[in-house]
């Protein structure tokens, strides 16, 4: 029994990972004021490039660093409709969407049912590993998940306590006062999105070199909406995210957990996407001041107009 | 030296509008062309094979109109919907709740009903069961202040898994020898088609006289005002009075229930009975939100821009047998076109100029 617990749980933070990761890209890009729905596109980008440099160096950290930057080039298409021509972001996320699930099953077509050779190798962390229990569930774990919460935990201290994290923040609140404090409203919401696609790959390359080791089409399968609802439940706090991360993480895992029971696995393949219709409206029962969303979120600013 | 300037447009023309549409498509073309030269494909073969796939043979026109069926009804939808900026992204979801619910009404009173009441009853149900997949984020975004892109997002995997899960459980058909789907529905549900093609033609006939009902709407009536001023000007609307609340059902219902159309004339026109989500719709709920963004909001521009689209469709088939490209390239070219729409509209809100000559201050970024 003890067996199965440890293995749910750590099942549970593996499922958790990339979701953690889109999470925090979500965070800081919103916070900028900018809202991306592109996160779907571009993790199955991210997916497809990181099997792909995989499939052919046998280097998943190489295609680590290639995923992240594949991420970051298409996501600058994003930016420079919504930043620079002040188009509506909600299409212009949809169209980032469309072209990153299309642009991957071109790549990846190819490389459908194609096994591969290597994948990330799990990290055991010396000493820490050896606690009962907790060593095996948190420090036994795929490189992505120390990485996802290192990130998380960096990105909430690059927000809350660093003089650039209150810039990005005030970019989002009100734009025009941070304009005349001297700050580039333009710039910082460009690098805000290009960082937010980073982390949406890195989650797509988890996705296919850690958590499986196969390219399909489709294999986002939603986590890039899952990760747009836990930007609401995460409060836009990096550090929230972690929370929101795991227990959807979690609800993943009870899919295969349930199925043995002779539930339909359609039915409980639903469970994720009932789940974040669920927790938003539990999230709606808040006060919507206390919800904390960027106040200038998805609208426009075009400098010197009033 | 030479500077960009760009002023604000005072007056925009439709003849503008129009003309700024052509030159995004045409942007788009040659885009889409690059991506087909990286991937090797020679540009100009494959975009002339997308458009004689499409509009260069009696064959292929008319595979073209039936794919513009569903694609009118739903592009014509959600150009209400975008009005109000009620960004409803699950018209897949609510294609396949309609074509659940007309194939459970077809399935049902398929042997005791003649045509002429059983087909009727069919898109009845097949609209009812769109508007309530509709109704679900509307309820959810106006009550509960949950936003309607995810709430719709989430509910087109939820109907897709549901129906997965009917067909593969207990509405199998006993003819299907175990293969997932339901019976082929009886002949009297079924839909005629124009001889020698497979355009169901009542469904493009209601198609079209939907459209031109919501056009009358949209224009014509205090309801159709509302919509746009909830879409442009909320706070005017709240202080005129308008019923969010009551509004926005009425769209999402409307809006659902096309897309329920859609669905029924899928399964009764085309496939005889439900099988897998993704056979009975190949992403007309997604495409249909280009299709009403190029038809710039106008349902009655949906009909062009929908037949458009179906031809992008029927010529991504095309390509894929005689380039071996595979299906998601639409999606792309979807994208694409998409992107540079939304970049038009930025040409068309301003005037960009570029300066020769000794830099005047740049006016805005």
Known sequence: ?306 | MITIKVSDRQRITTLRSILTNIASLFAALIAVGVVFLVCGVNPFYAIAQIFSGSFGSIYGFKETVTKAIPLILIGGGLTLAFRAKFWNIGAEGQLLMGALMGTWVGLAWGDSLPSFFLVPAMFAAGFAGGAMCGLIPAILKIKFSINEVISTLMLNYICAEFITMLIVGPWKGKTRFGFPGTDNLPDTALLNVIPGSRIHYATLILAIVSVVILAVIVYRTRFGYEVRVIGENPEAGRYAGIDFFRTSLVIMAISGGLAGFAGVGEVAGIHQYLGYPASVSSGYGFTAIIVAWLAKLNPLLSIISAIFFAGILVGGDAIQISLGLPAATVQIVNGILLVFLIMGDYFLRNQVRLVFGNAVQRKSA
């Not at chain 1, 990339?18 to 979500?26: A, I």
């Not at chain 1, 980073?198 to 996705?207: E, R, T």
């Open chain 1, 1 to 306: 029994m003890e067996d199965v617990i440890v293995s749910v749980v750590q099942r549970t933070m593996v499922a958790g990972t990339p979701l953690l990761l889109g999470t925090v890209g979500e965070v800081i890009c919103e916070r900028s004021g900018i809202l991306n729905l592109g996160v779907e596109g571009v993790m199955s980008v991210g997916a497809v490039v990181a099997f792909i440099v995989t499939y052919s160096t046998g280097d998943p950290w190489l295609a680590m660093v290639a995923a992240i930057g594949a991420g970051m080039i298409i996501s600058i298409l994003h930016a420079f409709a919504s930043v620079t021509l002040q188009a509506n972001q909600v299409v212009s996320g949809l169209a980032l969407t469309m072209i990153g699930l299309g642009l991957s099953g071109m790549l990846g077509k190819q490389y459908v049912g194609k096994p591969l050779a290597v994948k990330m190798d799990d990290i055991a962390i010396p000493w820490l590993s050896d606690i009962p229990f907790i060593g095996t569930v948190f420090f036994k774990q795929t490189p992505y998940f120390y990485m996802a919460v290192f990130l998380a935990l960096g990105a909430w201290f690059f927000l809350e306590r660093t003089r650039l994290g209150i810039k990005v923040r005030s970019t989002g609140e009100n734009p025009r006062a941070t304009e005349t404090q001297g700050v580039n409203v333009a710039r910082i919401r460009y690098a805000c999105v290009i960082i937010g696609g980073g982390f949406s790959a890195m989650a797509g390359a988890h996705l296919s070199t850690s958590y499986s080791k196969s390219w399909i089409e489709g294999m986002t399968a939603g986590r890039g909406w899952i990760v747009i609802a836990l930007t609401i439940f995460a409060l836009w706090n990096p550090g929230r995210a972690i929370w929101g991360a795991f227990i959807f993480g979690g609800i993943f895992v009870l899919q295969y957990l349930l199925q043995p029971l002779g539930i339909s696995p359609n039915f409980l393949a639903m469970l994720p996407y009932g789940s974040t219709l669920l927790i938003l409206l539990v999230m709606s029962f808040k006060d919507p001041r206390r919800l904390n969303a960027p106040a200038q979120l998805g609208e426009p600013y075009k400098r010197g107009e009033r």
